[in-house]
C-alpha cells in the first residue's frame, strides 16, 4: 500500500534517518530511526511509539543526571 504525505500528497518511503532533538537545553541525536520520508517534500514522519520510547530514553537521560 501506498502511503501519502500529509503535507504535499507525494509517496512516503520507509527509511532509516539521523535525527537531533532538542529537550530540556540539550541536544541528543539518534541514529537509524525507523521513518517515513516523503519523496517530494522531504518531510520525515516518526510512528508515535518511537516517539514515545526517544521521548523516555531523553527523560532519563536528563534526570539520572541530575540525580
Known amino acids: 500500500m501506498n502511503k501519502k504525505c500529509p ?3 507525494g509517496r512516503l518511503i520507509d527509511e532509516k534517518i539521523s535525527k537531533t532533538f532538542k529537550r530540556y ?3 541528543f541525536t539518534y541514529q537509524n530511526i525507523k521513518a517515513e520520508v516523503c519523496q517530494s517534500c522531504g ?7 518511537t516517539i ?8 532519563e537521560k536528563v534526570f539520572e543526571k541530575a540525580a
Open 7 to 9: 503535507i504535499c500528497d
Open 43 to 49: 518531510d520525515k514522519f516518526l510512528d508515535g511509539p
Open 25 to 27: 537545553g540539550k541536544e
Open 52 to 59: 514515545t520510547n526517544i521521548e523516555r530514553e531523553i527523560r
